[in-house]
């Protein structure tokens, strides 16, 4: 199993980006797909979560209304739209998989990790 993330970058507050995860090696569309990100000498937390299919969305309340997640299956591709973004946004972003079908917060519920993506978001 291989993850992927990519698209992140440097933005101004109150901007856009949107960061990507492509999936290999599982059967993509049968599976909970998360970010997670990670600040500077912090712990990692939950951002979002997204069920097989694509029906079932969960968000940490910081990014209610400011964060999209999304897939594409037929891509064996993840998103993660960012909008209005805040200096505190600023992290390393995780794509990971859960191999089950139930949306879970916890990020020792998933299994498979990509390498990361960081995300800066300048005042």
């Known amino acids: 199993v291989q993850l992927q993330a990519s698209g992140g970058g440097m933005v101004q507050a109150g901007g856009s980006l949107r960061v990507s995860c492509a999936a290999s090696?599982?059967?993509?569309?049968?599976?909970?797909m998360g970010w997670f990100s990670q600040a500077s000498g912090k712990e990692r937390k939950f951002v979002a979560s997204?069920?097989?299919?694509?029906?079932?969305?969960d968000y940490a309340d910081s990014v209610k209304g400011r964060f999209t997640i999304s897939r594409d299956n037929a891509k064996n591709t993840m998103y993660l739209q960012m909008k209005n973004l805040k200096p505190e946004d600023t992290a390393v972003y995780y794509c990971?998989?859960?191999?089950?079908?139930?949306?879970?917060?916890?990020?020792?519920?998933?299994?498979?990790w990509g390498q990361g993506t960081l995300v800066t978001v300048s005042s």
């Open positions: 090696g599982l059967w993509f569309s049968r599976y909970v």
């Open positions: 997204l069920d097989w299919r694509g029906g079932r969305t």
């Open positions: 990971a998989v859960h191999w089950g079908d139930q949306n879970t917060t916890a990020d020792s519920d998933y299994a498979y």
